[in-house]
């Protein structure tokens, strides 16, 4: 019998249990090739184009649209022409079964959980992912903007961590971590980082850095080379002067929903990706202990007056190791403009439909591109 | 983050702010429990064991155990809290406000006022209030509209552990008495709240959904109730805003009328009695500041106008209930409004 491939409800960061085929993007009975866009996944905190695992043939959308569905249901199967619809039938009606069995017996796979470590004066939440043993050469450790936190990466962590361990941290001052965060400046920032690897007995990592993360990514190669194998920078800061201070300004003051969301929005090339839970979450945050004023802190040691202070860009050309610069064409934050003239051994890659979060709004090519610049 | 009751949401944040500040003391019946007797220290933490645990690390000193004498201890806590410290006392049921009533209204509420803004009463008083638990008409009542009709007081209603956390850092942190309502039947409702401390601030309502057709305004327990209708009528094509006001003194004014401005319908539930409850309060607000929003009439939901009853079966029927709240959605939903020539 010719292969059946299930198509299931993927799980988009730690929280989702469940989500829905916002819309088709494909017909039934499409010749589609791996990495083609099959739908549009609607989480109540994002909605993201699902890309087809395999090649093959839609032979069937198992999944109505806009009907909620667990993690794991099966929501389309893709099989060659030469399957027979009564074989799609039978596969379905077990796959079903079983899966209905899996639920009631609550067999569900157990999600990794973040985990915290002591690290220099810090403690550090991380999240680790992928097999320990895959990475001789390093994991991959990705490192969130101003304001974010280890779930930015829900897109991209479990995508590295088939093939990689990756691993995500809460800067200081961010998400899980420490709020103390000194005096906010890269170099403290970076020694967190350099720490953070040490608690985890990791002696060289693929380092991939997001806008504040980005900097922070390449102050540490630049200062610490030994520990870095490779960069990824995505819409990172220290490129140029240029930073869109009302942003910053904005996320700091606005501890309301709706102040929040329109701060939130700018960082969208599509707004209408901002959710409810989303703006709630960085409502959580802020309201920590501690988080208002080490954002404030890092916001005046980097981008006091609107300006970024710090532009480790003008060292680009001493990496030793493998680098390249992503941006989102519509970055509304940083301009894209910042990853003009750089070094020809550093490739960049301008995303058009994207905003300042080029990793939630085009993952797929981000996540392609981050996986090429990683061994193996 | 970890997935946290109700109960040991309040108890760490009692235990963190006792850590950060010397002057946090805990003071009521039975917080420690076991009367000093050999053996018996912290044998209740709490009647409902809300505080367990905290003797150990705080101590007598910073733990008071009082005699049953609400009128003292709720007094002695005001004047604490009027010379220095910071207390959190624990008036066990709401329902006996009634024998510390003049502690409450006529001393801690009007300290800052009468004194000139010179004082300030950074007084917390926790209590349990109710129904559900089968515990009958003297302890099962709502009494929260009784203190927001006082000014002076901030009165404190939340509807989940998440929230329950936060309300009670702010209260303890606040320099203004504070009464903060824990309801009786959530003490093991579960979820995710941060290990850190946090604060969530006073007057500002949560939208806990956002719908186009109808405003539900709901009061501490039955915001978990206005949640599960609103979820079941999604599927119909009735979408509700469900708001939760947090604190009922301040009240989130604004937050309620932009939200009728946008539905056209209104329907509060309030577990209290129904007269001069929160349900009329706030049905009052908006039909006199966005009268022309409104499609419909305002629906209250709330218990009747009678002692909570001891019997299980009448308990039920009594309280409000989801199946109650989707009457009154379908309700407002299904009026026509009169055309106007």
Redesign the interface.
């Known amino acids: 019998m010719a292969a059946i491939t299930p198509i299931t409800m993927p799980k988009f960061g730690l929280a989702m249990t469940e989500g829905k085929v916002a819309s088709w993007a494909i017909p039934e009975g499409t010749r589609i090739a791996q990495g083609d866009e099959l739908a549009d996944i609607e989480t109540t905190k994002i909605t993201n184009a699902y890309e087809s695992p395999v090649a093959g043939v839609l032979r069937r959308h198992v999944a109505a649209e806009q009907v909620d569905l667990p993690v794991g249901a099966l929501i389309a199967v893709v099989a060659d022409e030469a399957v027979l619809d009564t074989e799609i039938d039978a596969f379905v009606a077990r796959f079903q079964a079983e899966f209905a069995e899996k639920q009631s017996a609550a067999v569900v796979e157990a999600a990794p959980e973040p985990q915290k470590v002591a690290a220099g004066g810090w403690t550090i939440r991380y999240l680790a992912m992928g097999d320990p043993g895959s990475d001789p050469g390093g994991p991959v450790v990705l490192i969130h903007g101003f304001g974010g936190d280890l779930n930015s990466w829900l897109f991209t962590q479990p995508v590295l961590a088939e093939r990689h361990r990756a691993i995500a941290l809460d800067l200081p001052g961010h998400g899980g971590s420490s709020k103390n965060v000194g005096s906010g400046d890269l170099e403290t920032l970076a020694q967190a980082l350099v720490d953070f690897l040490a608690a985890l007995e990791i002696p060289k990592a693929h380092l991939v850095g997001h806008s504040l993360g980005g900097a922070i990514a390449l102050y540490v190669a630049l200062h610490h080379p030994a520990h870095v194998a490779s960069l990824t920078l995505i819409a990172p800061a220290g490129f140029g002067g240029e930073i869109d201070g009302a942003f910053i300004d904005g996320f700091i003051a606005a501890n309301r929903r709706k102040p929040m969301q329109e701060v939130l929005e700018k960082l969208f090339a599509n707004p209408a990706l901002v959710s409810r839970d989303m703006i709630e979450d960085v409502l959580k945050f802020k309201r920590l202990d501690g988080a208002v004023p080490a954002l404030a802190a890092i916001a005046a040691a980097n981008f006091g007056g609107g300006r970024q202070a710090q532009l480790p860009r003008d060292r680009l050309g001493e990496i030793a190791v493998p680098a390249q610069v992503i941006w989102g064409a519509e970055d509304r934050i940083i301009p894209a403009g910042h990853a003009r003239g750089l070094p020809p051994n550093v490739p960049v890659y301008v995303l058009p439909g994207a905003g300042h979060m080029p990793h939630m709004e085009k993952a797929a090519e981000v996540n392609r591109l981050i996986a090429a610049l990683l061994p193996g | ?1 970890s997935k946290k009751s109700f109960r040991q949401a309040i108890n760490e944040a009692l235990r963190q702010e006792m850590r950060r500040d010397p002057r946090v003391v805990l003071m009521g019946e039975d917080v420690a429990g076991g009367c000093l007797a050999p053996g018996e220290d912290d044998a209740w933490g709490g009647p409902l064991g809300v505080t367990k645990g905290l003797l150990a690390e705080f101590g007598r000193e910073r733990i008071l155990d009082t005699p049953i004498t609400e009128s003292a201890f709720i007094g002695a806590a005001a004047g604490a809290a009027a010379t220095g410290l910071r207390p959190v006392a624990e008036l066990m049921f709401v329902d006996f406000m009634g024998v510390c009533f003049d502690q409450i209204f006529n001393q801690a509420a009007k300290f800052r006022y009468m004194f000139g803004g010179k004082a300030t009463t950074p007084l917390t008083i926790r209590t349990m209030y109710g129904g559900g638990f089968r515990a009958a008409s003297q302890h099962s009542q709502c009494l929260y509209p009784i203190f927001t009709h006082i000014p002076g007081l901030k009165v404190v209603i939340p509807s989940s552990p ?1 929230e329950a956390k ?1 309300l009670l850092i702010q209260s303890i942190r606040d320099d203004d008495p504070v009464i903060f309502f824990e309801h009786k039947a959530m003490y093991d409702l579960e979820e995710e709240v ?8 006073f007057g ?1 309502a949560n ?1 806990t959904r ?1 719908g186009d057709d109808v405003t539900i305004v709901a009061i501490g327990r039955m915001v978990s109730f206005a949640n599960q209708v609103a979820d079941a009528l999604e599927g119909e094509g009735i979408s509700c805003t469900v708001i939760d006001p947090r604190t009922t003194s301040p009240l989130d004014r604004d937050t309620i009328l932009e939200s009728v401005a946008e539905t056209g319908r209104l329907v509060v539930v309030d577990e209290a009695h129904p007269r001069c409850n929160m349900a009329t309060d706030i049905s009052a607000l908006v039909a006199q500041e966005a009268f022309d929003s409104l499609r419909a009439p305002i629906r209250m939901v709330t218990a009747p106008h009678a002692p909570v009853p001891f019997s299980a079966a009448l308990e039920d029927l009594y309280l409000p209930s989801p199946a109650k709240i989707e009457v009154a959605v379908r309700a407002v939903m299904a009026h026509k409004a009169k055309e106007l020539a």
């Open positions: 983050m998440y936060g941060p290990d850190e401390p946090y604060t969530i601030p500002e939208l956002e």
